[in-house]
């Protein structure tokens, strides 16, 4: 089946230790994002990638990094720099452009220790 | 401020009734306006994409209609299930040159009971 992976499921963190988010899809598409969900508030994009080897700063991108090596994958890397790090993230991928249906991962429960 | 105002933040309905939830927004151009359904611990999945010219779409037993003059648009469930209890989320889009900056609500928290 197509789809987008992300894993693992959840996620603990200790103080000062980066973590790494996986985000794979199957779906052929161009274009993938990352979002930050905290309860109560809206979708927040972190990072985009709109082709391989290249991808953006979205809205909070700060004490975040991506890469964008292959097409089928965009892991997130969330820093010691990120004092706040706990909250649900979810991987996205689009055809091309954020116009099109997004497809949405099953998400990451990050939580501190 | 957030440009996408969802109400109510939650709400209770009985199984096999009817209920409505509101999405008022602000973003300006406007492309084209999403319902989301996500289920507790899961990914949001799409329900109904509607642009500019669209008054209505449906899928299934949701219906979501779009009122771009007044910048408000709606989703009705009909005749509610165990598996609607869900968060619906509303996302609206600003166009092609916003890219990648889509603007979510924080959604409307819907549980239904037996």
């Known amino acids: 089946d197509g789809g987008i992976t992300q894993s693992p499921k959840y996620l603990f963190r200790k103080e000062g230790q980066n973590v790494t988010l996986s985000c794979e899809q199957n779906l052929n598409h161009d274009a993938m994002y990352w979002y930050r969900q905290d309860p109560g508030q809206g979708l927040r994009l972190i990072y985009y990638?709109?082709?391989?080897?290249?991808?953006q700063k979205g809205d909070i991108a700060e004490g975040y990094s991506v890469s964008r090596e292959k097409k089928e994958s965009f892991p997130l890397t969330v820093t010691s720099a990120q004092k706040n790090p706990t909250a649900f993230y979810l991987c996205a991928s689009t055809p091309d452009s954020p116009e099109e249906k997004l497809f949405f991962g099953s998400g990451t429960q990050l939580s501190v220790l | 401020k957030n440009q996408v105002e969802q109400s109510p933040q939650s709400l209770i309905i009985l199984e096999g009734k009817n209920c409505t939830l509101q999405?008022?927004?602000?973003?300006?151009?406007?492309?084209?306006l999403r319902w989301y359904k996500q289920d507790t611990g899961r990914g949001p999945v799409s329900l109904t994409i509607m642009t500019f010219s669209e008054n209505t779409k449906s899928n299934g037993r949701y219906t979501a209609t779009l009122d771009a003059d007044t910048k408000q648009s709606s989703l009705h469930i009909t005749a509610s299930q165990l598996s609607d209890s869900a968060s619906y989320i509303c996302?609206?889009?600003?166009?092609?040159?916003?890219?990648?900056?889509?603007?979510f609500g924080a959604g409307t928290q819907v549980v239904v009971t037996p």
């Open positions: 996302v609206v889009s600003a166009g092609m040159h916003s890219w990648g900056k889509l603007q």
């Open positions: 999405c008022n927004y602000t973003v300006s151009p406007f492309s084209n």
């Open positions: 990638s709109q082709i391989v080897n290249d991808f």
